[in-house]
């Protein structure tokens, strides 16, 4: 008897009770790569799998640079005492955090839900968080039951991360679903500054659910912009309608939030939408020697010697591709390096350059754009490969030489950029005049950067969440990177606002967009806190030439595979390829 509460303490890891609610978290998750369809069943023994933890990525706990499918499984034993609620409500709920890139989930060899696509037919959801509901008659109560998933990762990270994976009982909140129903896909509004927003109320209750609605707004800056409240009621197991309306409302993005309150039960949703983002006015603030400090720059990388180096990595070869490690000297002939991707047949092709996020890493493997087109992936100073000269570290990457413009990190860092175009360019193999470069967060800007300050030589640029813009409004509307200044300027009093501002005027991408001459395709999150798209439309509405966004509504800081397509969509056409 004592062995087995033992065994179930530890299968559960831990039960917490609250009232009626109960959260199971499961402990002993089990893993293992590769894909076969028996993993699904929960007769299954995986004794044999590895150990993982579904809080962190499958990279990080033995398995780098695995991409491909992967399956997850844990044993969690139900208690018999939530079995009441569970019939009551009609299941549990499981939550799974999120997972790069897509999933299809089981309990006891059930699919209770999916997110994103298997290939053939693959679409990533990475920034996603799962929830999936257990109807009752699949649980085995007071038994060991069977979690499974499934996970395909296309590239990069892979797996669950993030958390919390845990089963929870449901109750009143989980009998209501709020939401928008806009007629705009992408919760972007235009024309008229009065506006409706319409919302739908779906109960599950059996009987008529009465409660009352409030509509809260906000600027992206955090002002209130407007308070709405109505009364509403909707028919057991139905879906109710109503509108709010809001006037006078101003370009610019809005975060509200939707309350509804009885006794019956209670529930939130907060969402965003933005109102003719284009014509948001955020003047470029470029110093009287902005040119001139840009020009200089590009003169002192002219004298640094290249010395081009390419080193074939035969273990990621294929037959149709030969992979690089390519090595350059840059900016204060500093040693940067990058990963090259080539077609094995002779010819001239277009390339695609990849430039990282804040902090990252490219590797070889983000850098395949198909058989048809050159990737390279470059590291600018203090990332990945290229921290042999420079390595400020993280955080303070960003500070790193503020009070001097000319040894500013970012200096270095664009001049990376034209730097890895110089390489391009050189090669015989790759068509000059079809050059695209393309990078999310830090990406976005380096993006912004290297299509500025290399004007006549890029064809094609994509940011994606661009970093690096309006300053002084960033600050305002995020609290990342904003308060690694305050501590710098108001704790350490090491330099004034008005030192740092100057010198982040001369590397503000809005300050540089008027240079872009290439056709731009540029992606937003409107639920985007790291980035939010206020900064990145300030520096895309000083762009001047052939260009158009696509905002996702429910994406963050990353967006849905469905960027990637049309990123490439329009990469492709620009090219001049079906």
């Known amino acids: 008897m004592i062995k087995r509460l033992y065994s179930v303490a530890v299968l559960c890891l831990l039960i917490f009770i609250s009232g009626r609610a109960q959260t199971i978290v499961p402990a002993e998750w089990k893993f293992i790569t590769g894909d076969k369809p028996e993993y699904a069943d929960s007769a299954m023994n995986e004794y044999w799998w590895n150990d993982i933890s579904p809080l962190k990525l499958w990279e990080e706990q033995g398995f780098a640079g695995y991409d491909g499918f992967a399956w997850y499984r844990v044993k969690v034993v139900v208690p018999s005492s939530m079995k009441k609620n569970v019939l009551k409500y009609d299941g549990l709920i499981l939550t799974l955090g999120r997972i790069d890139d897509s999933d299809v989930t089981y309990f006891n060899g059930h699919e209770v839900g999916s997110t994103g696509q298997m290939p053939p037919d693959y679409s990533g959801a990475y920034d996603v968080p799962r929830s999936y509901r257990i109807p009752p008659e699949i649980i085995q109560w007071g038994r060991k039951n069977t979690i499974a998933v499934r996970v395909y990762d296309a590239g990069g990270g892979g797996g ?11 109750g009143n909140t989980d009998l209501l679903v709020l ?3 806009f007629t705009e896909q992408d919760m972007i509004l235009s024309g008229s500054p009065d506006v409706e927003i319409p919302v739908t109320i779906k109960s599950e ?14 600027t992206d800056f955090g002002e209130e912009f407007a308070t709405r409240y109505q009364e509403v009621a909707v028919k057991k197991n139905s879906t109710g309608q109503c509108v709010f309306k809001v006037k006078d409302l101003k370009p610019g993005f809005y975060k509200a939030t939707l309350s509804l309150d009885s006794k019956m039960g209670n529930k939130k949703h907060a969402f965003n939408f933005g109102y003719e983002p284009e014509k948001i ?19 002192e990388l002219a ?14 070869c294929t037959e149709k591709h030969n992979i690089y490690l390519v090595e350059m000297r840059s900016l204060g002939n500093t040693l940067i390096r990058g990963w090259y991707r080539v077609p094995v047949s002779p010819g001239r092709y277009p390339a695609i350059m990849q430039v990282p996020g804040y902090s990252s890493t490219i590797v070889p493997s983000y850098v395949n754009y198909g058989d048809d087109i050159i990737g390279f992936g470059l590291n600018i100073r203090g990332h990945g490969n290229s921290t042999d000269d420079v390595n400020p570290g993280f955080p303070g990457y960003i500070l790193s030489n503020l009070g001097e413009k000319e040894k500013y990190i970012y200096r270095g860092a664009y001049m990376d950029c034209v730097r890895a175009v110089d390489f391009l360019c050189s090669r015989p193999e790759v068509d000059a005049s079809r050059i695209a470069v393309e990078g999310a967060s830090q990406g976005g800007a380096l993006t912004f950067a290297t299509a500025a300050l290399n004007n006549d030589r890029i064809a094609v640029c994509a940011p994606q969440v661009p970093f690096l813009s309006d300053f002084r409004d960033y600050f305002r509307v995020a609290t990342w990177p904003g308060n690694e200044f305050v501590d710098l300027i108001e704790k350490e009093k090491k330099l004034t606002w008005d030192q740092a501002w100057y010198t982040l005027s001369y590397f503000d991408v809005k300050n540089l967009a008027h240079l872009i001459k290439a056709p731009m395709i540029m992606g937003a999150g409107l639920m985007d806190e790291v980035c939010p798209p206020h900064i990145n439309f300030a520096a895309y509405n000083l762009v001047t030439s052939e260009k158009k966004y696509i905002v996702y509504p429910q994406a963050g800081h990353g967006l849905p595979e469905d960027f990637y397509r049309a990123k490439m969509d329009w990469i492709r056409s620009k090219f001049g390829m079906k």
């Open 160 to 170: 669950l991360y993030g958390g919390p994976a845990e089963l929870t009982n449901r």
């Open 179 to 181: 939401s928008t129903a």
């Open 205 to 218: 209750f059996r009987r008529k659910y009465r409660g009352a609605l409030t509509l809260t707004v906000f």
């Open 281 to 299: 006015v955020s003047p470029a603030d470029q110093q009287p020697d902005f040119a001139d400090f840009w020009q200089r720059a590009k003169e």
């Open 303 to 316: 004298a640094v010697d290249p010395q081009f180096r390419m080193i074939r990595i035969d273990s990621l």
